[in-house]
């Protein structure tokens, strides 16, 4: 059973470019949490999504970030004309039910604006 | 002030060398996990807990819902323990997790 999967792993954007990352759950799991971790900073929520529902985006920021799970297919966190602030790692992470199930994190993607 | 306190941020012991972490929040909770990032930066949960005490391998979390307190001990502490420890929170009635800053544990031979 493999684990969470995150693609790609580095990712590396000009300012105003798009940047799309995608999570593969783990098997069986229909939960999906999205976390940003700035440079030096902890980790910090940004949107839980089921099978083609957002149930809570409050962590998201207003502008420029969306995020999806289809029915079929991977999670995609797309961020669109990033800046140079949006640089950090985001990390992916799935349960079997709810947040208070153990969630199984991705080996998340670095992005790197320039 | 966070609504989840680590402490200390910065942890430094000699191999053998029974460790502990705390975690202090400040909002109702339905669990509580403790994760620990490697220095790669791949995170692993390694428990969670709604109340009493949990044990794997040389690694026990205790959780106080009253004094919502959270320990994490490691006994007979390795360098390959080596790496930062992140306590979080499920608020009660939602489905994020809140984290802590983390505590940076190096443990050398």
């Known amino acids: 059973n493999a684990g969470v999967m995150q693609n790609p792993r580095h990712l590396v954007r000009r300012r105003g470019q798009e940047a799309r990352l995608r999570c593969s759950p783990m098997?069986?799991?229909?939960?999906v949490y999205w976390y940003r971790q700035l440079p030096e900073e902890g980790l910090k929520f940004m949107v839980y999504?089921?099978?083609?529902?957002?149930?809570?985006e409050s962590g998201m920021p207003k502008e420029r970030f969306s995020a999806e799970f289809p029915k079929e297919g991977p999670s995609i966190l797309r961020i669109q004309q990033v800046v140079r602030g949006d640089s950090a790692a985001y990390f992916c992470?799935?349960?079997?039910?709810?947040?208070?199930?153990?969630?199984?994190f991705g080996p998340g993607t670095r992005l790197t604006v320039l | 002030k966070n609504e989840v306190e680590q402490s200390p941020q910065n942890l430094t012991a000699q191999e053998g060398e029974f460790i502990t972490i705390n975690c202090s929040y400040s909002?109702?909770?339905?669990?509580l996990h403790w994760l620990q990032q490697h220095p790669g930066g791949g995170i692993v949960s390694l428990f969670m807990?709604?109340?009493g005490k949990k044990k794997h391998g040389r690694l026990i979390a205790t959780i106080n819902i009253q004094e919502k307190h959270s320990s994490l001990h490691i006994t007979a502490s390795h360098p390959r323990d080596s790496a930062v420890y992140i306590c979080?929170?499920?608020?009660?009635?939602?489905?994020?997790?809140?984290f802590g800053t983390g505590t940076r544990l190096q443990v050398f031979p």
């Open positions: 992470a799935s349960s079997l039910t709810t947040a208070t199930d153990t969630q199984y």
């Open positions: 098997k069986g799991h229909s939960h």
């Open positions: 999504l089921q099978k083609e529902n957002i149930i809570d």
């Open positions: 909002v109702g909770i339905s669990a």
């Open positions: 807990l709604s109340s």
């Open positions: 979080a929170v499920s608020p009660r009635g939602t489905d994020k997790l809140i």
